[in-house]
């Protein structure tokens, strides 16, 4: 119980990340930043050094455009560590999941960090899509479970949204709340369902957007023209779409579907042709739009 005030106290001092992709990167990043001394873990050394290549990458486009100064910059990298060994996380204070969207390969990694933290370890997962109750359910500490979903790329988003379960205890999502204000970025608290609150209104957007175009309703051009300069959004749903991925909102609204079954959230026709014919968005060179990279018929 000691361990447990002291941390509350003084705020996440070690943080554990659990992939190094492109969210546990960003995650890892911002924490450094931070103060916090973060590890990564990753399944092989090229994977970790990967993301710390990421993480350079993204800390000297901050210094270049003046948002850091160069000794931030090298103390942040100071204070990241990589890692193959899940054993490394063992004295962390919090451990953040940000491993591919596998429902299995989530719960049997949750219950292996479970046997090695503390008991006044927390555990969080960055999920998007699925609930969190049954990733809990898989550990000891249930009530020392919940989501911290960041969004990309994590060092320009502020936003995280706060997940608590049935079973999340209120010192935990005290915790959270802390972690969140503790890197500079502003928390939404939400309890536990597909999507939490942005996916779960975003998805039927751009999956009603695809319909509209799906119906001849307007051009995808001018769809996007007329979120943009009529709802003042920073792009429209098809540019949004393409910068996602098209597989990756498949693969959420399916999710989604799944959970709810409500017709909004089922991927149109269209979406699921496109990703099956290779047309990703910017990751492939060409999804609704071109990019110059890309092949297939038109948009």
Not at 12 to 24: E, F, T
Not at 175 to 187: N, T
Request: charge should be negative.
């Amino acid at each position: 119980m000691e361990k447990k005030d002291e941390c509350r106290m003084n705020g996440i001092r070690r943080l554990g990340v659990v992939g190094c992709g492109q969210m546990g990167s960003g995650i890892a990043e911002v924490a450094a930043l931070a103060g916090i001394e973060t590890v990564a873990r990753e399944v092989s050394e090229e994977l970790w050094r990967a993301g710390r290549d990421r993480i350079e990458a993204s800390l000297e486009r901050a210094q270049a455009k003046g948002r850091i100064e160069a000794d931030a910059a090298a103390a942040a990298l100071s204070r990241f560590h990589g890692t193959t060994e899940l054993a490394d996380l063992a004295q962390c204070d919090l451990v953040i999941e940000a491993v591919v969207e596998d429902l299995e390969v989530k719960r049997q990694l949750f219950g292996q960090l479970d046997a090695l933290l503390e008991p006044s370890g927390i555990l969080a997962s960055n999920t998007s899509s699925l609930t969190l109750t049954q990733l809990a359910v898989c550990t000891q500490r249930p009530d020392r479970f919940l989501g911290l979903h960041f969004f990309n790329p994590v060092s320009a988003m502020r936003l995280v949204e706060v997940v608590r379960t049935l079973m999340t205890s209120p010192e935990t999502l005290a915790a959270g709340h802390e972690f969140v204000h503790q890197i500079g970025k502003q928390a939404v608290e939400c309890k536990d369902g597909s999507g939490f609150v942005v996916n779960r209104l975003l998805v039927p957007y751009l999956l009603d957007a695809v319909r509209a175009l799906e119906q001849n309703v307007a051009s995808m051009e001018d769809i996007d023209t007329g979120m943009k300069l009529g709802c003042g959004h920073p792009m429209g749903p098809f540019t949004l779409l393409d910068f996602i991925g098209l597989d990756t909102i498949v693969f959420i609204a399916d999710i989604m579907f799944d959970e709810y079954r409500e017709a909004r959230y089922a991927p149109p026709p269209m979406l699921r042709q496109l990703v099956q014919a290779g047309r990703l968005g910017r990751k492939s060179g060409r999804g609704f739009y071109d990019y110059g990279g890309g092949s297939g018929g038109s948009g």
